[in-house]
């Protein structure tokens, strides 16, 4: 996928057909996500859709998404695998796939062509960063500020290294409690080039300088682990900027009108997607197989990005897209990919992580514990 294709317009598709055929499928499924808005723009594009084409369908949500690597690893010890479908970032799809916990797929023989008969591994493209992962989406953690907390006579800010300006935007921040993106805007504002930023995390130094620069906002930081969690602080005027997914932060100034602006200047873009557990019951199997097919076609994913600002992860979604299904309003200058809001963009190594962040993740804990 080419992330600078962003302007949407108008179009229509066909619907994919089902990959099972006469083979018996669950009557139910499991199906884990991150909640908020996001969950509710995949409910809205593919689950409500999908179970009017297949009455008496139970499907069930868990919001476990932020924990499915340790969640997955622990089912697969105890031999009990009650997920069906998994929604996780493209670093921990490829995490799951090298541990075996997610099953590799061929792209082209389960997901549905584009309306015009290119494959959906061209249409995806780039954005099948794993043998075992479905994209869905392309989106960012950036950051949102209040606006009405912004000292007088200070301009709004418009640099990402903000969030280390307590003198200027004094005020609580929130960060996510995790390592990642943490790690590379505390060295991209201690001087480190964007290019170099990886090179030197993979040392010892290189890592205690991020939590060095971490460590001068420590005390005025507010650490989230839920993506619902910023948005809430932010509304109610305890934090006046914190990071969340762009598509969050969407939904507070836009469908919610709270005082708050987004600052885009350093977003980190991200990629998220389906893996698909190994080791499912045949049925259960057929079921997510006919599901996946369905909610991955170009019109489903197009549909999605009515909901929510994301941008579509095959190029044939993008130009079916215009308006906001409910607010009416242009969803293209909403998109992280929109080339006004992607001027300085900081594209996440997803392999680096897949190789360094337990390790990372250990030493980040152990941090915050000081």
């Known amino acids: ?46 689950t409500e859709p999908y179970k009017e084409m297949h009455p008496g369908l139970e499907v069930v949500w868990d919001e476990s998404s932020n924990e499915a690597v340790a969640k997955l690893r622990a089912m697969n010890e105890a031999g009990n695998l009650t997920w069906d479908l998994v929604d996780v970032t493209a670093a921990d799809a490829m995490r799951l796939c090298d541990e075996g916990l997610a099953m590799e797929v061929d792209h082209d023989e389960l997901l549905a062509e584009a309306p015009d ?57 929130s960060l996510e409690k995790r390592p990642i993106n943490n790690v590379e805007w505390a060295l991209l504002c201690d001087g480190v080039p964007k290019a170099e930023i990886y090179d030197v995390l993979e040392t010892e130094e290189g890592q205690e300088r991020a939590l060095a620069k971490l460590e001068t906002i420590k005390d005025d930081v507010i650490w989230w682990s839920a993506g619902a969690d910023t948005p809430q602080l932010l509304a109610d005027g305890e934090v006046v900027m914190g990071s969340t ?99 300085n963009t900081f594209l996440q190594n997803f392999e680096w992580w897949a190789d360094y962040r337990d390790d990372l993740d250990a030493k980040f804990q152990a941090w915050l514990a000081q």
């Not at 997607?273 to 097919?293: M, N």
């Open 1 to 46: 996928m080419k992330l600078k294709h962003v302007l949407l317009t108008t179009g229509a598709a066909m619907l994919a057909a089902p990959v099972a055929g006469a083979q018996e499928m669950a009557d139910s499924m499991t199906l884990v996500s991150w909640g908020g808005a996001y969950q509710n723009s995949q409910v809205n594009a593919y």
């Open 117 to 173: 008969g290119t494959s959906a591994s061209d249409d995806f493209g780039d954005t099948i960063v794993s043998d075992c992962f479905i994209p869905q989406i392309v989106y960012s953690i950036t950051f949102g500020y209040r606006t009405d907390m912004i000292p007088e006579g200070t301009e709004p800010p418009s640099d990402i290294c903000a969030i280390f300006d307590t003198e200027a935007y004094p005020g609580k921040r």
């Open 245 to 343: 997914y762009n598509g969050r932060l969407f939904s507070l100034i836009e469908e919610q009108d709270q005082p708050v602006a987004m600052l885009w200047d350093g977003q980190v873009f991200d990629l998220d997607g389906w893996i698909i557990p190994d080791g499912l019951p045949e049925e259960r199997l057929a079921r997510v197989k006919d599901f996946v097919r369905f909610a991955t076609d170009t019109q489903r994913l197009a549909d999605q990005a009515k909901y929510i600002s994301y941008g579509p992860a095959r190029d044939s979604s993008q130009p079916l897209v215009s308006t906001h299904a409910e607010l009416g309003i242009e969803m293209a200058p909403h998109m992280p990919t929109n080339p006004e809001n992607a001027q």
